[in-house]
């Protein structure tokens, strides 16, 4: 039988996510910070079956030479925005099965915080959140506009971000046990503390101690997502991650790395089939050929290199355009985000740093460059599943607004889901949804921490 393709749609909650397209009339450069927008687009989601919406986030924003430049203000590229993580419970209220992963960045904030949060959004969505654990990226700004002085190396922030996830773990699983939550009314007792434990972690990058103040939810932790493709990004999501986000080239390099990350995950005790592999797709579809490319044509006219430029030096550190265009890929060096770098190296390590300009400016950070007429797209979408392993699409938009993802909802699911390939999502929780299990996989390392019982037994 075929695989079920797992669908998400790529979003940020700012004027025009990737590219700046907001001034086009499809864009949602008036819309974007309406919380109503993006109820009306939840809903959708959830009408059409998809799995999940991703917000992608940052509290930084591009600079080069340590300040902002002004294609950056002046053509809202991803500036400015909004906390995605406060509209979640909203969109959580008005939608049944969409499942919300979020972003968060272990450099900044503080493990014990980020566990009641997103604690807080599982219950409030009956266990349909997932969090994006990310080591960060615009790391120059993040740290300048957080008073952080002391800046780790590139490894060490993912050595950093295994001992914040370990805290949140402890608090997660094992400050609780299942039945500590009684409530019951008649004998007044609300928890039972003897089935409460006390967390202590002591470690290189965090110290915390002390007992959960949010009871089990119904995923206890939410769906572990990763999205850096470096090598040490890498070996962090086959110890950690359930689902890892991709930004798929081609077949071939996406079967390497989904095969790379199996591959690393059963070395950390884990099955192959733990880690979920979900790429980006920007999908230009018409109901004809023609249509589709003519789209498409119109999209990537509103894309300047100036802008492209920005953005990659917002995610590298790295400004191209100060270099000379004949300097080689391989002999780039950065010590912020290097899944980029890296990409280009691998694609062809002589590739120069004005190619990379030329096509960094119509794909930007995106995945896989789909334009066809709706069985066209949809054939290609199952040639790179079934070719590559990966186990679901996200979408990302193309103009901005909605329009894209109605085109998609409209004229490919049908076609999908007549092949079997797509349905609605199996399960209340969205594990559920990805893996068909409502808790951590008994795999999953988590199950080896572990916190002291409250009570010591005599
Ligand atoms: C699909 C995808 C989504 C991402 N989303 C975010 C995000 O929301 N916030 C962020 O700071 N970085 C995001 N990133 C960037 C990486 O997580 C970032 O590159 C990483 O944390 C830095 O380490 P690296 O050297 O492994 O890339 C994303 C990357 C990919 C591929």
Redesign the pocket.
């Known amino acids: 039988m075929s695989k079920r393709i797992a669908l998400g749609v790529?979003e940020m909650m700012n004027p025009s996510n990737g590219m700046p397209t907001w001034t086009d009339p499809r864009g949602r450069g008036d819309d974007w910070d309406r919380l109503e927008y993006w109820v009306d687009l939840a809903r959708a989601l959830d009408a059409a079956g998809f799995d999940f919406l991703f917000f992608?986030?940052?509290y930084g924003y591009a600079t080069l030479g340590g300040r902002m430049p002004e294609e950056v203000a002046a053509h809202g590229i991803q500036f400015p925005a909004l906390d995605p993580m406060l509209a979640i419970a909203a969109l959580a209220r008005e939608t049944d099965a969409l499942g919300f992963v979020v972003?968060s960045?272990t450099t900044v904030e503080r493990p014990y915080a980020t566990a009641r949060r997103f604690a807080s959004l599982d219950r409030f969505t009956g266990g349909r959140i997932g969090w994006?654990v990310?080591?960060?990226?615009?790391q120059a700004t993040t740290d300048e506009l957080f008073g952080i002085t002391e800046q780790l190396a590139?490894d060490q922030r993912y050595d950093a971000a295994d001992d914040f996830l370990d805290t949140c773990l402890r608090y997660w699983e094992h400050s609780w046990d299942d039945e500590a939550e009684v409530r019951d009314r008649i004998r007044g007792v609300y928890a039972d503390p003897s089935k409460l434990h006390r967390v202590e972690v002591d470690a290189a990058y965090q110290r915390s101690a002390g007992i959960f103040a949010v009871p089990p939810t119904p995923q206890r932790t939410p769906v572990l997502f990763q999205?850096?493709?470096?090598d040490?990004?890498r070996a962090y999501a086959a110890r950690n991650a359930e689902a890892v986000?991709?930004?798929g080239q081609s077949i071939a390099s996406a079967a390497a790395h989904v095969a790379d990350i199996r591959e690393q995950a059963v070395r950390n005790g884990r099955a192959p089939d733990d880690v979920k592999v979900i790429t980006?797709m920007t999908i230009t579809v018409a109901p004809t050929r023609a249509e589709a490319h003519a789209l498409r044509g119109e999209y990537e006219a509103l894309l300047a290199r100036a802008d492209a430029a920005v953005m990659f030096a917002g995610?590298t550190g790295l400004d191209l355009t100060g270099l000379d265009p004949d300097t080689r890929v391989v002999d780039l060096k950065t010590d912020l985000?290097?899944?980029l770098v890296q990409r280009y190296a691998r694609q062809n390590p002589e590739m120069r740093v004005g190619e990379i300009l030329d096509s960094f400016r119509t794909k930007a950070?995106r995945g896989f460059q789909i334009t066809g007429s709706p069985e066209e797209v949809a054939d290609e979408i199952e040639a790179i599943v079934d070719g590559s392993g990966i186990d679901g699409i996200m979408l990302e938009p193309t103009f901005g607004g909605p329009a894209a993802y109605r085109a998609f909802i409209e004229l490919v699911v049908p076609v999908l889901a007549a092949r079997g390939r797509v349905s609605p999502p199996p399960g209340a929780t969205l594990r559920e949804h990805l893996s068909g299990i409502p808790r951590l996989a008994p795999t999953h390392r988590a199950h080896a921490l572990h916190a002291r019982p409250l009570v010591e037994s005599p």
């Open positions: 790529f992608a986030d940052t972003t960045p994006n990310v080591t960060g990226s615009s590139h999205a850096g493709t470096s040490r990004g986000f991709i930004q980006g995610i985000g290097q899944t950070i």
